[in-house]
């Protein structure tokens, strides 16, 4: 599932912004589909102009209630009537995003015979304390199961005594649910934490949900900004 809300704060509009010939939304939908990985790909979307983009090439588009605070929620509506067991959420804003490391993502629900993991999501090393200083970078740490323990826009681990083998990493909005752990979300109510830090992943561990890390190389380009978007027209061509 890809949410797609039109309205977003910092760059609005990202999502129809041209990408190699076509919105950025409808590129996202056919990265997803070229992987091969899924039973369905739909997006689920509050816009019209972003419904319509989706119907032209003949994906599958949801239209969703327009009040949801995040992607989660907009895509729990949807999977309340998918009968699955796990359910991906892909940004809108991520057409770079790679299958190998979709497979991982997947992956880790196989060798979970308890069921112990509610949620996964990827990360990757972070290069240079610019990059890790960057408030639009969500940075995660995790325990020695590589557990998430905690989400931060500042850099965490704090670099008091910085040593040669410290990783920082990033957190990239790719996820995937079990699909009664995406249920159960919008009944969570927002908690300080995500208050503080307007991280929808902090929401999962407040309330006590487990969620796995995988570690991907794959960077790749999150559209946040119009000066995003110029660098994954680049990379594209």
Not at 54 to 66: E, F, L, N, P, Y
Not at 129 to 154: C, G, H, Q, T
Not at 219 to 225: Q, V, Y
């Amino acid at each position: 599932m890809i949410p797609a809300r039109y309205e977003a704060s910092r760059f609005p509009g990202k999502l129809m912004q041209d990408l190699g010939g076509k919105p950025v939304i409808v590129r996202t939908y056919e990265a997803m589909t070229a992987t091969q990985l899924f039973d369905d790909v739909m997006v689920v979307t509050d816009s019209d102009i972003i419904f319509e983009a989706i119907a032209q090439i003949g994906g599958k588009v949801v239209m969703s209630k327009k009040e949801h605070q995040c992607g989660s929620d907009r895509i729990a509506e949807a999977a309340e009537d998918v009968d699955v067991d796990i359910i991906v959420n892909v940004q809108g804003d991520e057409p770079f995003t790679d299958r190998e490391s979709l497979e991982k993502l997947l992956e880790v629900f196989k060798e979970d015979p308890k069921q112990e993991i509610d949620l996964a999501s990827l990360m990757n090393p972070m290069q240079g304390m610019e990059e890790i200083e960057n408030p639009n970078n969500v940075k995660v740490v995790v325990d020695n199961r590589n557990f998430a323990l905690y989400f931060s826009r500042a850099p965490i681990p704090y670099p008091r005594e910085l040593q040669e083998d410290t990783v920082y990493y990033e957190h990239k909005g790719v996820y995937a649910f079990r699909r009664q752990a995406l249920l159960d979300f919008p009944k969570m109510n927002i908690l300080s934490l995500e208050a503080t830090e307007k991280i929808e992943a902090t929401r999962y561990l407040e309330y006590g949900k487990k969620i796995k890390m995988v570690v991907t190389q794959v960077s790749g380009i999150e559209i946040d900004t119009p000066e995003d978007l110029i660098a994954a027209q680049k990379v594209w061509k």
